[in-house]
């Protein structure tokens, strides 16, 4: 019978590291927290926030694209990987799901401090 056993050490590392960041962006940012904590609440009061907000639902669309292909090459060597790293599909899917948040957040400050 084969148990498979997950390292969880990256993943309390990345759940610290967004309480963090969360935190640090409630602090320094008059915005309420719940449009950091929740990404599908667009700020669209009017024609300029949506095309900012736009703007940077462009940008993680392309991003998608980009990390797509990368994804499909790094899980072709994951059967090399199966021993050592058995859980590397789930942390690609969360990494790429992080990246693509990163994008739309910082899109949409860069923007919006303009």
Not at 37 to 66: G, H, V, Y
Not at 92 to 112: A, D, P, Q
Request: aromatic share 14%; with cysteine; proline share 5%.
């Amino acid at each position: 019978m084969y148990l498979c056993k997950m390292n969880l050490t990256p993943l309390l590392l990345l759940i610290v590291l967004a309480s963090i960041l969360s935190y640090v962006h409630y602090k320094q940012k008059r915005t309420k927290i719940s449009f950091w904590l929740f990404p599908l609440l667009f700020p669209e009061a009017d024609e300029r926030e949506k095309m900012i907000t736009a703007q940077a639902c462009r940008n993680s669309f392309i991003s998608l694209w980009i990390m797509i292909p990368v994804s499909t090459i790094l899980l072709s060597v994951y059967p090399m990987l199966l021993d050592s790293v058995s859980e590397f599909p789930v942390y690609l899917l969360l990494g790429v799901m992080f990246i693509l948040i990163t994008v739309f957040h910082t899109t949409l400050y860069k923007r919006i401090s303009e």
